[in-house]
């Protein structure tokens, strides 16, 4: 390691924290396939414009992160962890529990006040005892994920163990595009995938988007790992823009119709 901002812990220096969310999507499996890239590389900064769960940050541990989703009670969620969040509300894995918390939550929407400790509380508490840990609202913006049914949970109660990471990271809420990049950055780009239709925030991610972002990923002037699912088109856009694509066999952890056989993913290179 050279000094101490340049330097990042690897996955096999340290034992990376567990991320705090069920996430779909999330890459855990895909840490130690892209810790050597990061390795040889050694970048001032970790981008990552679609941060989800964190299952790279968390596992890559680098000393600095831009680290950006779209979905505002993820981002909420990580700003309440960085100022030393605690959860003190009623936590039980019980469907009358879940549906007063899921109220609770949508009402501090519905009166703006969905940026504050107690909604990034309901929403660990949502996440994790909700449907497959998923996230997704109705037209009016309003969390309808029914009870999870899971046999037991381990609901924590403080997230300290994050606040040295979580301290030196910057977090922000909204489009990929609007990210600003900068000399010595290193990108990972993890979008919905290229499905007919999956939603992880109000607003989906069509086929347009995959279009904008594969354009604005091959503009940028950092190395650059995306990944997606492996679809025909998707293969031939990361091509089209001047990426060299592999594919791998990736588990399916979450999915939205319950699907969780083995899938082929794409991952894309440029600048290496
Ligand atoms: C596949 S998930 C990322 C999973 C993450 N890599 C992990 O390991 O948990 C895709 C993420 O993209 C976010 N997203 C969707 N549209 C977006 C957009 N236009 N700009 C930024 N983030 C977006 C979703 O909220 C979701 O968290």
Redesign the pocket.
Known sequence: MTSPEKAIASSSQVHSLV?PLK??????WLVDRLTPYWDEIQPQRLV?????????ALGVSPQQALL????PH?INFYHQIQQGLSCNIRMENQADCYYQNRTEFNHLIECQQAQTAEAAQLFYYLNRTGFNGL?RFNRRGLFNVPFGRYKKINYKTDFQEYQPLFRRWTFTQ???AALAIEAGDFIYA????DVEFRQ??S?G?DWS?QERLAKWLGEQSVPVIASNQATERILALYKYHGFKVDTVVAPRRISCNGDRRPAQEMLAFKGF
């Open positions: 991320p996430w779909a999507g999330g890459k855990r990552e414009p679609f941060c989800g769960g964190l299952a790279i950006n989703d779209i979905n993820l996230c909204g489009d990929f993890d979008p919905p995938y992880y925030s607003g991610f988007d």
